[in-house]
């Protein structure tokens, strides 16, 4: 069961760092990463300064509810981004919560795990990610990892286990930084770009899609023109295909992931966003869920457009 929970972290990344894996006994060496994965002829993604205005800021907090194939509701995911005051080099915490609460499972197997990255500067890059977890009814687990962007040094340690040191070329994302930077670079619809993520123990490579525009209707947002965005996932973990992973963002200057979907071995996860909370996009700000109605299907769409008014959002 913690596999699956361990999964919904991957719905807003690439994959499961080392800072994530399961129940691995890791050595007090230092490891190094001497053959990257070809990058060909795709652009590394960079940030949009212009992006970083409205999306990405101090203060945005977005609620997702989670759901099995079917529509059973087994827990919520929640995301919160602060900054921290005081320092010369702008530092944001990036807060996870994923939760069973108000789940169908939650009597069963209760999870409540606790993901804050922190990252740093223009490019958002990661310099610490601390876990805590506690899953069932007797699984408990303290995990952290240090990223030096300079060096290339991922120190990991989880626990009371030695720890281990990885040694990749830097600049270096981990799963919740490579989610939230990816989302404000600039897309075009048919074109990729590469974001350098530690996973596996190692770094990749991974390809960012654009796939479509495509119109939301029945969001929390009300009826959203959306990019329709694909991580291409070439290294093991828990998945081991391509496009698995399916994230619907608002096709505007917030860049709302509204959905994220993946297929998994038997059936599906979906996190539907009903909860938005940023004053940089007043057309969004305070978005909560109108009673008897349900996110709709994606349909193509034909052009772009911004998102609703608040008159539209709050009737």
């Known amino acids: ?31 190094t990463d001497k053959a990257l994965p070809a990058a060909g002829a795709l652009p590394y993604g960079v940030i949009d300064r212009e992006l970083l205005q409205t999306a990405y800021v ?11 194939t079917g529509g059973v509701k087994i827990g919520e995911l929640s995301l919160e981004i602060k900054r921290i005051k005081g320092m010369k080099i702008a530092t944001h915490l990036v ?4 939760s069973t609460e108000n789940g169908a499972i939650h009597g069963i197997y209760p999870v409540r795990d606790v993901h804050v990255t922190t990252v740093v500067g223009r490019d958002r890059l990661p310099t610490r990610y601390e876990v805590k977890q506690k899953e069932g009814h007797n699984y408990e687990a303290y995990r952290l990892t240090r990223y030096n962007q300079q060096t290339g040094r991922i120190w990991y340690k989880k626990n009371d286990d030695p720890s281990t040191t990885y040694m990749v070329q830097a600049p270096i994302h981990n799963e919740f930084s490579a989610f939230l930077g990816s989302r404000v670079m600039p897309f075009a619809v048919g074109q990729a770009f590469l974001v350098p993520t530690f996973a596996d123990k190692r770094r990749n490579e991974v390809q960012v899609k654009v796939l479509a525009r495509e119109t939301l209707e029945g969001t929390v947002l009300g009826t959203v023109e959306t990019m329709r965005v694909t991580p291409i996932l070439k290294f093991k973990g828990l998945y081991d295909k391509q496009g698995d992973t399916v994230i619907w963002y608002t096709d505007d200057q917030c860049r709302v992931p509204v959905r994220i979907n993946s297929r998994l071995m038997i059936g599906s996860l979906t996190l539907d966003l009903v909860s938005y909370d940023n004053v940089r996009c007043p057309q969004y700000h305070g978005a909560v869920p109108v009673k008897g109605k349900k996110a709709g299907k994606p349909v193509a769409a034909a052009g772009r457009k911004t998102g609703g008014t608040n008159e539209e959002h709050n009737n």
């Not at 101090?58 to 099995?68: A, I, N, P, S």
């Open 58 to 68: 101090d203060g945005e907090k977005m609620l997702y509810e989670v759901f099995w």
């Open 95 to 98: 807060k996870t919560v994923i």
């Open 1 to 31: 069961m913690r596999r699956y929970f361990l999964i919904i972290v991957l719905l807003l990344g690439w994959a499961l760092p080392a800072a994530a894996e399961v129940e691995k006994e890791l050595p007090a060496a230092i490891e």
